[in-house]
């Protein structure tokens, strides 16, 4: 059987935008394929983070996995940091990577720009998301569209490794959604919707109010044309809304053009809002009942043990090949 293998950072409240570009491309793909889904708290630290938030932000992103649908019977469900090989081999494969890789790499180059005092952690990021990848031979990892050069990456270093020492990584292959692959800030429909946003009423945070979810949808930022119909460059707003309501309601972006052509803004918008609400109103129920009970631990518990096993292996088959200590 394929894996499979993504993780989201517990780096803000998760968003539409991380349902649809991530948790439900993997509670498809669950039914497939032998499934890895982890919470990249490491990854999180490349940039300040107040330790009692992040804690209790860890126990929640796996409260809202578990909520969104990943099933804990056909997911492997795991803390990076409670797994000592990911920053190990991540260290192997800094020595295999170029500065020229890391330093192009778009994300670094757009988060640089925003920090104060840039970490090496935010330039070696993407090496460490290799390690997380390439440790568990993954065959497929999906993403949104702005990780796919980091697993592009670790693509080229699985290549150098392998070709260097012989075969030792899968080779892995990006999956991004056909629809929702980017979802956008409601009040700036030219730029991704992110759990960081400095503006609230930009983003659908999964654990958001109804009212603040209506209040959110209806005030988001469309056009004057006052006619539905899907055009990115030209009415991305509209369009923006329109791709909501195509991943939520799993139906393509021409029939939701088909049932909306007749309305106007104002109907959309509610249209939108009354499915937003009631997919986020399902996933919050269930969010807090695992909240409040002992499965996530047993869960992590699990997770850890099972993927600690796998990762020695994996570590000790590449000490070996590099010549490393005395395996
Ligand atoms: P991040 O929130 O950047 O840690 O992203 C976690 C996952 O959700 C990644 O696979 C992202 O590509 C995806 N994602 C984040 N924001 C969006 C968005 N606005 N639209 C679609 N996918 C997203
Ligand atoms: N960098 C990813 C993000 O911000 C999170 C991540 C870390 C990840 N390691 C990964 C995703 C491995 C997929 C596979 O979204």
């Given at each position: 059987m394929k894996r499979i293998l993504t993780g989201l950072q517990p780096s803000g409240e998760l968003t539409i935008g991380n349902l649809i570009g991530g948790i439900k491309q993997m509670v498809n793909y669950q039914e497939e394929y032998e499934s890895f889904m982890f919470v990249p708290d490491l990854h999180t630290i490349t940039v300040p983070q107040d330790p009692t938030l992040l804690k209790k932000r860890i126990k929640s992103i796996v409260a809202l996995y578990l909520a969104c649908g990943i099933d804990p019977k056909k997911n492997t469900i795991y803390i990076q940091s409670e797994n000592l090989y990911h920053a190990n081999l991540s260290w192997i494969l800094e020595c295999h990577t170029y500065m020229g890789e890391a330093n192009r790499m778009t994300q670094y180059k757009d988060k640089s720009k925003k920090v104060q005092n840039v970490s090496v952690g935010l330039l070696t990021y993407p090496i460490l998301m290799a390690a997380d990848i390439l440790m568990y031979d993954a065959d497929y990892v999906p993403v949104g569209i702005d990780q796919k050069q980091h697993v592009e990456l670790a693509r080229d270093i699985a290549l150098r490794f392998n070709k260097k020492y012989g075969d030792t990584f899968t080779i892995p292959e990006p999956l991004i959604p056909k629809i929702g692959a980017k979802i956008m800030k409601l009040q700036d429909p030219t730029k991704k919707m992110s759990k960081s946003d400095e503006n609230v009423k930009n983003s659908i945070f999964l654990l958001d109010t109804e009212e603040d979810i209506r209040?959110?949808?209806?005030?988001?930022?469309?056009?004057?044309?006052?006619k539905v119909y899907y055009d990115v460059e030209n009415k991305p707003g509209i369009a923006n809304l329109l791709t909501i309501y195509s991943?939520?309601?799993?139906?393509?972006?021409?029939?939701?053009?088909?049932?909306?052509?007749?309305?106007?803004?104002?109907?959309?918008?509610?249209?939108?809002?009354?499915?937003?609400?009631?997919?986020?109103?399902?996933?919050?129920?269930?969010?807090?009942?695992?909240?409040?009970?002992?499965?996530?631990?047993?869960?992590?518990?699990?997770?850890?043990?099972?993927?600690?096993?796998?990762?020695?292996?994996?570590?000790?088959?590449?000490?070996?090949?590099?010549?490393?200590?005395?395996?």
């Open positions: 209040k959110k949808i209806m005030s988001a930022v469309t056009d004057s044309e006052n991943a939520l309601a799993n139906i393509s972006i021409k029939e939701v053009e088909e049932k909306f052509k007749e309305a106007n803004y104002q109907t959309l918008k509610k249209e939108v809002a009354d499915l937003v609400v009631s997919t986020l109103l399902g996933i919050q129920k269930k969010y807090h009942t695992y909240m409040e009970s002992t499965l996530i631990d047993e869960i992590l518990d699990e997770g850890k043990r099972k993927t600690n096993k796998i990762a020695k292996e994996k570590y000790e088959d590449v000490l070996k090949k590099v010549g490393l200590g005395r395996i």
